[in-house]
């Protein structure tokens, strides 16, 4: 798999790395495995969780400068870390989706990194990490329609396919993905805490979806 990040990007944000794995698994509707993982999870979590302190996380806060940084709002363009963790701290608990969207969601929160996921099937060709152009089309799962310019913004040879606030409705996951792309995006020395993210999310898919790790990916 080739994936870079672009000059214009790196020139604004020098320190970002992508960390991610691809994975050979089992996507499957959820059991009451996983759901009870979730659950116990996010109970733990909401009891330390407020707006204050998820602003204040490390990893929420680096990619929220990175969005200022761009020129774009991170409270009107919220990182999907923080929507996420802004949903445990009001008592919701995550979306149940599938066993895959699931456990990316749970490695997300409890790191405060934004994954990105996507069908590895769905994608063509190189994938160059960028920023975002005025009008550019793409269509975010949940979220119609989304202005992407000024986002750090995954592209493919068709496009448009992942930001750090949405990922797209061309590249989801459904029951029928078996390859999986999961990336995180690096910010600001969290060099440490995306290689403990990465070995979590494989244990966990490795246990759950019956993953096996194709491709290890770093790249900077």
Do not use: W
């Not at 701290?89 to 490695?107: E, F, M, P, R, T």
């Not at 975002?132 to 269509?139: K, S």
């Not at 992407?148 to 029928?176: H, Y």
């Amino acid at each position: 798999m080739d994936i870079r990040i672009s000059d214009e990007l790196k020139q604004v944000l020098p320190g970002l790395k992508l960390g991610g794995l691809l994975l050979s698994l089992k996507t499957e509707p959820l059991n009451d495995t996983v759901k009870a993982l979730l659950t116990g999870e996010t109970d733990k979590l909401a009891l330390d969780l407020t707006p204050a302190s998820i602003r204040e996380m490390d990893t929420v806060k680096a990619t929220k400068n990175a969005y200022r940084k761009l020129g774009k709002d991170p409270n009107r363009y919220r990182p999907a870390a923080e929507s996420l963790l802004r949903r445990v701290a009001n008592g919701k608990g995550l979306y149940h989706i599938n066993n895959v969207v699931d456990i990316l969601n749970l490695v997300s929160v409890k790191t405060g990194f934004s994954i990105c996921g996507y069908d590895y099937e769905k994608l063509s060709g190189a994938i160059t990490m960028g920023v975002g152009a005025a009008g550019e089309p793409y269509e975010g799962i949940g979220r119609g329609e989304l202005n992407i310019e000024k986002l750090p913004v995954f592209r493919d040879t068709n496009g448009a396919f992942g930001t750090p606030t949405s990922d797209s409705v061309r590249t989801m996951v459904t029951e029928t993905t078996t390859r999986f792309l999961f990336l995180i995006i690096g910010l600001e020395d969290s060099d440490a805490l995306m290689k403990e993210a990465l070995a979590e999310a494989a244990a966990l898919y490795a246990t759950h979806a019956d993953a096996t790790i194709e491709q290890e990916i770093f790249v900077d």
